[in-house]
């Protein structure tokens, strides 16, 4: 049975910084892709970052050169270190196992303050 767990949320003034943390079981961390997805009011559920199993990673425009995903696979722990934060940045940001599974977290709320 997978399980993600995300912690790090939290308010920040806008230039600040966070770092999510996504904690998984069940087996499957490793060899798999993680994500990193975020959804704000009213809007839908969009993917921010992805990391291949091999550290690979890709980013959306919106977060380039701010925002880096890292992965730590002997803790089974994929990371977002999220830099000169904005207030559209604002969302709940869910980590997710996999491309073709549907496995997510819980989802940690960030806000930015202007």
């Known amino acids: 049975q997978v399980q993600l767990v995300e912690s790090g949320g939290g308010l920040v003034q806008a230039g600040g910084s966070l770092r999510l943390s996504c904690a998984a079981s069940g087996g499957m961390f490793s060899r798999n892709v993680m994500g990193w997805y975020r959804q704000a009011p009213g809007k839908q559920r969009v993917v921010v970052a992805l990391?291949?199993?091999?550290?690979?990673?890709n980013y959306a425009d919106s977060v380039k050169g701010r925002f880096t995903i890292s992965r730590d696979n002997a803790k089974n722990t994929v990371y977002l270190q999220m830099n000169s934060l904005k207030p559209e940045d604002t969302a709940v940001y869910y980590c997710?196992?996999?491309?073709?599974?549907?496995?997510w977290g819980q989802g940690t709320q960030v806000t930015v303050s202007s």
């Open positions: 990391i291949t199993s091999g550290g690979t990673a």
């Open positions: 997710r196992l996999g491309l073709e599974y549907d496995y």
